[in-house]
């Protein structure tokens, strides 16, 4: 009873005095009590009215606003070819398309109606412009802004709930709209999808929307990107269902299901190809810039339209990054980084990493790898603590000789812009639903307080041109309000007071558009007869006949073998790796212990600065900032957090707030096989109805546990091993001395070659599954050619039942005796 009584006494303390020490920590970020939730959320309402307001006086009706100078900003008349700039804009006023649905999140109903008032007013004539704009760029911002808020407008009260007092003028909103945005969206589509009608069923990737593409230069026709040939299938298909006009999804499907069909045996696909020679023009892939809402919309297509087809088109390409793209990711690893392949060997192709890249967390927690996800947000994480910003490309590979880097500190930098992307807030916020850690609390909060002091400028906010000077841009893209700030407020909303996270969406089904647009699709929406007939008249002489329904497959599989016949191993059974982890999501990988005390579990992690050791090289603060990590700037140091949640972090043992020590030993891939064949690898998780089952006939005193794996066939596999010798620090921060060695080489003896007594191998991951420490990988026995020159094979055993690659012993992959 003592003890209760304690433990309540500590915990209303820990509140309490975190609700005292509120308003000293509101900069930094650190109580996240009610009343500081309220006043950062607050803050960020704010921002997004000074960037409003600015847009609205200085940039309005013109695309956008100059942050610095306060002027209109609207696509280059004078040079075609200024594709950074016109690519985006097209004269439509595209901060405000980009932003309907953005005034109805943060509640701007005033605002909202002028907005409406205008496009009503300038429906037949926003879209006839003889300018040439991107059709990525614009179908993800204009036409996705203008579904999501009709959809909104429609569907949002549709259901008989109570209404919350806040809502009721939305209510009235609602209620007087008469779906006038789906016309603009309609017309704006016809202009785009166009670009799709091509004799290769593969898009040109820009179009003049008065004109169409024919009269385009043939510069500007050449190259289209993976995303921009892809992603549209999301805006298109809702298109096509809202109005019963079935041209986009028709369109956007041939060009999705050919370049799927056209995939690399490893499945995945390049990033850019030519529309006219029907080649692609590459042979590399990632997960960033080119590639990027490729993964995004097969995945989310298939939650809004539930499409079996296009989830298994994500789970393959997923399965397919993990085996080949991710470096890192393992049981001890702390990040995970995605980086760019050759798509025919699965080689890395290029050093960097970009800031694109940052989304990737965040589609991983939506699909239920939040383990994953926490892995690879935790590297731009640190970069934001080193930068104040990512870079647009990042190179975390040392190429050239290191004193390179050192005689110029800004070499990993390769582009050094920051125009204030909103992917890494993005993931914040996903990851942060996930799992309540309070620490992405504190990155928001980082953030919030970078865009209210350096980031501000007079008429909006400007990112930076040149991370390694300081030199701003005078530029301030839709995505800013839409997507940045959106996604900043909306990880505030931890009591989900906002309608978005409310009861009002909780059956929609929603899921956000890679422009940050809540979109969804029930019968509801589906048009009625007239509806149908009114947009089929205004779809133009030509007829499409659409496909019915979705499509339908079922997931790959793996081979299916299962483990050997023998009643030793009855109560042991075999589940596919890949399908068991989309099978359920991940909800709880790092909430805080139930203890209930105040804590982030980031300082549960023994690996917390092996990032910063592991790449000190390439982290190095820009001159014009602080070059101490201890002023705030350095998220997880920040001592008014820590002070509060690092309260039940352990206290004991080697936990004392400090990192394990670094790996020194080599990692590194081998290859068995083809790797072309690796997708029909059989990898499966070994569990059992009892805790362990002997193994008697072998030598070694070796049990099968669960969460050991089963790898039957080892004719095409990708293993990332580690290099174990005397004297190195493991990934597991054990010390290998010559006894441990000998305790292996001195007892095997292999059936063809002598054994490298001075290393052992230990695999860290079998295409792309983790190997927990201690676990064992057992696979099938099998036959063993010796080479006659006396070299060693590729595969050998011990007799003692080890795998041996290459005359080295496998520390922990055993042969399953029959």
């Known amino acids: 009873m003592l003890f209760g009584i304690t433990y309540l006494l500590l915990y209303v303390f820990q509140v309490v005095f975190a609700e005292i020490r509120t308003e000293n920590y509101v900069k930094g970020g650190s109580a996240f009590t009610p009343s500081h939730i309220n006043h950062i959320k607050n803050q960020t309402r704010q921002l997004f009215k000074h960037a409003w307001s600015s847009y609205m006086e200085y940039g309005f009706p013109f695309d956008e606003v100059r942050p610095r100078s306060c002027e209109p900003y609207g696509p280059d008349y004078n040079d075609v070819f200024n594709i950074v700039r016109n690519d985006a804009m097209g004269n439509i006023s595209s901060t405000l398309l980009d932003n309907l649905d953005t005034l109805i999140i943060f509640g701007e109903w005033e605002e909202l109606e002028k907005a409406l008032t205008y496009l009503r007013k300038e429906k037949n004539r926003i879209f006839d412009k003889d300018t040439i704009v991107q059709v990525f760029e614009t179908t993800i911002r204009a036409l996705g802004g203008l579904l999501s808020s009709h959809v909104l407008l429609t569907d949002l009260f549709s259901q008989k709930r109570e209404i919350p007092a806040k809502f009721t003028k939305l209510k009235q909103i609602c209620d007087n709209y008469d ?80 370049l799927w069909t056209s995939r690399s045996a490893l499945n995945l696909l390049p990033m850019t190809i030519d529309p006219k020679k029907n080649l692609w023009l590459d042979s590399i892939t990632g997960i960033g810039a080119s590639v990027d809402s490729f993964y995004e919309y097969a995945a989310k297509h298939s939650i809004i339209f539930n499409d079996d087809y296009m989830w298994n088109v994500f789970s393959s390409s997923y399965k397919s990054l993990l085996s080949h793209s991710a470096q890192g990711g393992g049981n001890t690893d702390y990040e995970l980084i995605f980086s760019n392949i050759n798509v025919n060997d699965g080689l890395i192709a290029t050093s960097w990493i970009d800031s694109l890249g940052a989304f990737f967390p965040g589609l991983q927690v939506l699909t239920g790898q939040v383990k994953d996800a926490m892995k690879t947000h935790a590297t731009y994480l640190k970069l934001w603590d080193y930068f104040d910003s990512i870079p647009e490309r990042w190179e975390f590979i040392t190429v050239g000789k290191v004193s390179d880097y050192e005689d110029n500190q800004y070499k990993s930098i390769l582009l050094e812009w920051y125009p204030l992307r909103p992917e890494f807030i993005e993931s914040t916020y996903y990851l942060y639903r996930a799992t309540r850690d309070p620490m992405y609390l504190q990155i928001g909060s980082r953030i919030l307080e970078l865009l209210s002091t350096k980031y501000k400028a007079k008429c909006g906010f400007n990112g930076i041109q040149d991370i390694r000077s300081g030199e701003f841009q005078n530029r301030m893209e839709t995505f800013v309000m839409g997507e940045t700030l959106k996604y900043l407020y909306l990880l505030f909303d931890v009591d989900n007071d906002e309608f978005l996270h409310g009861d009002l969406m909780s059956e929609k089904g929603w899921v956000f558009s890679t422009e940050a647009h809540p979109m969804w699709f029930n019968k509801r929406l589906l048009p009625d007869e007239s509806t149908r007939s009114k947009y089929s008249s205004l779809s133009g002489k030509k007829k499409y006949t659409g496909t019915e329904g979705t499509h339908h497959s079922s997931p790959v599989t793996g081979t299916g073998y299962g483990l050997p016949k023998n009643k030793k191993y009855d109560n042991f059974f075999t589940k596919n790796h890949f399908k068991a982890r989309f099978s359920q999501c991940e909800t709880t990988a790092r909430q805080p212990e139930s203890s209930g ?152 003896i292999s059936n063809c070659c002598r054994i490298n007594e001075d290393e052992l191998l230990r695999i860290l991951k079998v295409n792309g599954v983790p190997l927990s420490p201690g676990a064992v990988i057992w696979t099938r026995t099998f036959s063993i050619q010796c080479p006659k020159d006396g070299s060693s094979p590729a595969l050998d055993i011990t007799d003692d039942g080890r795998l041996v690659i290459y005359g080295t012993i496998v520390e922990n992959m055993l042969v399953l005796p029959l």
Request: aromatic residues 10%; proline residues 6%; charged residues 20%.
């Open 179 to 258: 779906g006038f945005l789906l016309e603009m969206a309609h017309d704006l589509g016809k202009r785009l999808v166009v670009a799709f009608d091509t004799k290769s069923n593969l898009p040109i990737p820009r179009v003049n929307l008065a004109t169409g593409w024919k009269k385009i230069p043939s510069q500007l026709k050449k190259e289209t990107c993976t995303s921009g040939a892809t992603s549209p299938i999301l805006e298109f298909s809702l298109l096509s269902r809202l109005t019963g006009d079935p041209q986009f999804e028709h369109l956007i499907q041939l060009t999705f299901s050919k």
């Open 597 to 748: 005390l105040l804590a982030s579990s980031f300082y549960k992690s023994d690996n917390l600065f092996h990032f910063d050791h592991k790449f000190s090289k390439h982290l190095v603060r820009p001159h014009y900032l602080p070059q101490t990590h201890l002023d705030g700037s350095y998220i997880e140091l920040s001592k008014p957090f820590f002070d509060i949640y690092g309260l039940a972090a352990p206290q004991k043992g080697h936990h004392h707030f400090q990192s394990s020590r670094p790996p020194s030993t080599a990692s590194y891939d081998i290859i068995l096989g083809n790797v072309s064949e690796m997708d029909g690898a059989e990898i499966s998780e070994l569990y059992s109805t009892h805790n362990s089952h002997p193994i008697t006939n072998l030598h070694l005193n070796k049990t099968i546990t669960s969460g050991d794996l089963w790898v039957p066939d080892l004719s095409s596999l990708r293993f990332k091993v580690e290099k174990l010798t005397h004297g190195n620090i493991d990934t597991t921060n054990s010390l290998i001395d010559e006894s441990y060695i000998a305790s292996m080489t001195q007892r095997g």
